[in-house]
C-alpha cells in the first residue's frame, strides 16, 4: 500500500532525540511535541512516497540536505519552550467544550 508522508514529521523528531540532552530544556512528552510542532511550521514540508509505511531511500538524501535546517528550528522552538512550557496547561475534555 503506497502513502505519502511528510518526511521533516520524522527528520524533526529524529534529530530532536539526538539533541535533546544538550538543549537544556524540559524533554517530557509534551514539550518535545511542542518543539517538534513549532519547528514543523517553520519548515517546508517535504512530502516522499512510503510503501507500508516504510520511505525509501531518497529520504536518506532529504536528511543530509535539510538536517541543518530541522536542528536550526528545533533549537528554536526550545528556547520558546523552556521560557513558556505548555506541560502544567489545562487540556479541555469534550465535557468542557
Ligand atoms: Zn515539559
Request: a negative charge; hydrophobic letters at 35%; one cysteine or more.
Amino acid at each position: 500500500m503506497y502513502n505519502i508522508k511528510n518526511i521533516m514529521e520524522t527528520l524533526a523528531e529524529q534529530k530532536l532525540d539526538e539533541i535533546i540532552d544538550d538543549l537544556n530544556c524540559c524533554s517530557c512528552e509534551k514539550c518535545r511535541t511542542d518543539i517538534i510542532t513549532y519547528a514543523l511550521n517553520h519548515l517546508p514540508p517535504k512530502y516522499i512516497s512510503t510503501v507500508c509505511g516504510k520511505v525509501f531511500a531518497e529520504s536518506e538524501i532529504l536528511s543530509d540536505q535539510y538536517g541543518a535546517d530541522v536542528i536550526t528550528q528545533l533549537v528554536q522552538a526550545s528556547n520558546i519552550v523552556r521560557v513558556n512550557p505548555q506541560h502544567d496547561a489545562k487540556v479541555l475534555s469534550e465535557h468542557d467544550m
